[in-house]
């Protein structure tokens, strides 16, 4: 069997977790909340009940990684407890939908706030210009993830480092040089249940704390997993959560309310109010950087689910493959580099084609709807419904593999078994169903290409069982 070399410390390990999950929409999401989640104690609750969920789910993973220490993660928990078609499934949704699409989702993030640093040359369209500049990035990360692991999370220890010293700057900047109001005393108070709204901010709360969970696809590649892998995943979540509450107060602190809810660049504001444009120049720079990190995580991450599969013999041998001088999953991440640029170029097409006339009008007006929404938010909803999913997979799997097979060692055990795990599903069933009811036509496509996987299994020579 092909087996990767452990070879990341738990340094790099860590800058995988952190590097890999926060990214720029740390300085867009706030608005969202601020509108949905009307005042200041529930905005500032929203991020401590994410970084909660977010800690059922990783302690629930610390046991299934330490105890199944392989590469490809959620894929390998899932398949153990429910099977090789579920685990089929599970890899197939990781890798085409949640990894590529995030990867397409912060390239071109990237590529966005580049085009205001470098615009379109004459004649090319802005969402043109966006996109070939969102491919060449992917292409230069998936060459980068060719050449090794350990090349891959050295650039999330150095995104690490910067992320960290922004955020916390987000805070502190504020409380030396802010001389203005401060906002914190006039934050709205509660003024009444706000159930519906906080479950609509949690979405995007959500996909902030996204990202953590790439390091269980890498298990098999950090060195004594069993000992490290509970306590980065601790030690990420905990840098994380305070690092965003640093923004969050910072953001509050010298914004007024209507200012943050109004804002289309939340982050940006409040370093303009600092330091004047040569602020938002800085606060550009950082999420341009910022976003290289984010998106090298999901490109890091992807493969490994392919690789998993492959070993498995549920999908192409050839996917297996070992590089012989870089000891990665080479061919995994080539394929996964050519499929998220077939996504990317999908769907930069649907944002400049217009819909063409022969196509049913129902398909023509979502086709038209689409076009007037950013691609960000389109792929974020496509993403996260796979994400919560497959969450709530793996949570269901510990539970499964306890009663199943209670002999297999287990180096790092849940505290709070079942309630911690429960806790995790229930929260995911919640979110999904807030994005199921309201009737979101990427949920629908979303389920769609977690089907399609049925057929692809069934072209791999796999029955349906």
């Known amino acids: 069997m092909s087996k990767l070399a452990p070879v990341l410390t738990p340094l790099q390990a860590l800058g995988i977790v952190v590097g890999g999950t926060i990214g720029a929409s740390i300085f867009l999401v706030p608005s969202l909340i601020a509108a949905r989640v009307p005042f200041l104690a529930g905005a500032l609750a929203v991020w401590i009940l994410g970084a909660l969920i977010s800690l059922a789910a990783v302690l629930t993973i610390s046991e299934l990684a330490a105890m199944l220490p392989e590469a490809g993660g959620g894929y390998v928990y899932i398949r153990a407890a429910f099977g090789p078609l579920l685990g089929f499934l599970f890899a197939w949704t990781d890798a085409v939908m949640i990894r590529a699409g995030a990867a397409c989702t912060i390239s071109f993030t990237f590529a966005i706030y580049f085009a205001q640093l470098v615009p379109a040359p004459p004649g090319l369209p802005t969402a043109a210009w966006q996109g070939i500049v969102a491919g060449i990035l ?8 060719y050449r090794g692991a350990r090349a891959g999370a050295d650039v999330q220890v150095a995104g690490m480092a910067l992320k960290a010293i922004a955020l916390a700057s987000a805070l502190i900047l504020p409380l030396l040089l802010w001389h203005g109001p401060n906002n914190l ?18 979405i995007p709360v959500m996909w902030t704390y996204a990202g953590w969970e790439q390091l269980a696809h890498l298990t098999e590649e950090v060195r004594d997993p069993a000992r490290n892998i509970p306590r980065v995943f601790a030690a990420g979540l905990l840098l994380i959560g305070a690092l965003y509450l640093c923004v969050s107060l910072g953001i509050h602190y010298v914004l ?9 660049a939340v982050g940006a504001d409040l370093f303009r109010a600092l330091f004047g444009q040569a602020g938002v120049q800085a606060i550009s720079a950082l999420i341009l950087l910022s976003t290289i990190f984010t998106a090298n995580g999901a490109v890091m991450s992807g493969p490994r689910s392919a690789f ?25 991440v080539v394929a996964m580099g050519a499929w998220s640029l077939l996504l990317l170029a999908v769907s930069v097409a649907l944002m400049l084609v217009p819909p063409p006339a022969a196509l049913p009008a129902p398909v023509r007006n979502a086709w038209a709807a689409l076009q007037l929404r950013p691609l960000f938010d389109i792929l974020v909803s496509w993403v996260m419904f796979g994400y919560l999913l497959l969450q709530a997979l793996v949570a269901a799997s510990l539970i499964v593999l306890r009663r199943r097979h209670p002999e297999w060692p ?3 055990r849940v505290p709070g078994y079942p309630f911690v795990p429960l806790a995790s599903m229930a929260a995911t069933g919640l979110l999904m169903f807030s994005m199921a ?8 496509a979303g389920l769609a290409l977690i089907l399609l996987g049925l057929p692809v299994r069934r072209l791999c020579g796999h029955r349906l069982t």
């Open 138 to 145: 992917l292409i230069a990360l998936t060459l980068l993830n």
């Open 185 to 202: 005393l006039t934050a709205p108070a509660a003024t009444g249940l706000i159930g519906g709204s906080l479950v609509a901010a949690m």
């Open 256 to 264: 007024p309310w209507t200012a943050v809810v109004q804002s289309q």
């Open 308 to 332: 998993a599969l492959a070993r498995s013999g549920d999908a192409p041998e050839w996917l297996s493959r070992v590089h012989p001088r870089f000891g990665t999953p080479a061919n995994a």
């Open 410 to 412: 287990r180096p790092f």
């Open 437 to 444: 009811s309201s009737g979101a036509l990427e949920v629908a």
